[in-house]
């Protein structure tokens, strides 16, 4: 069964910086382009960010751009996003999932693999 894990997530105050982490099994990351999505409660799907097999990264959410930093360690087949000056609107669960080898746009319906994910509360 070919899926992530996510981690990393949890409950932390305005401001704060965490690091997410997405391991992949049952299949290597290598030729993968790999992105994080997230969904806020009572909200659709919305792409954060994607990274190619190149080390390249897009940011997809404008609210995040600046803030975040996505990188890939193919070693440990995981791919890592993290977040920075956390703001109470990056509340969400935060998922991560594949596609080809390149970065071809935010549409959930075209990734796969996603795993369950990680739930990230910001709140003071």
């Known amino acids: 069964q070919t899926q992530f894990v996510e981690s990393g997530g949890g409950l932390v105050q305005p401001g704060a910086t965490l690091k997410l982490s997405c391991a992949a099994s049952?299949?290597?990351?290598?030729?993968?382009?790999v992105a994080w999505f997230r969904q806020a409660p009572g909200k659709a799907p919305e792409g954060v960010a994607c990274?190619?097999?190149?080390?390249?990264?897009?940011t997809y959410e404008t609210s995040v751009q600046g803030r975040i930093t996505m990188t890939r360690d193919n070693a440990k087949n995981t791919v890592f996003l993290q977040m920075s000056s956390l703001k109470s609107e990056d509340t969400a669960m935060y998922y991560c999932?594949?596609?080809?080898?390149?970065?071809?746009?935010?549409?959930?319906?075209?990734?796969?693999?996603w795993g369950q994910g990680t739930l990230v509360t910001v709140s003071s």
């Open positions: 990274i190619d097999t190149n080390n390249g990264w897009t």
């Open positions: 999932a594949a596609r080809g080898l390149h970065c071809l746009g935010s549409h959930p319906e075209d990734y796969s693999s």
């Open positions: 049952g299949f290597s990351i290598e030729d993968w382009a």
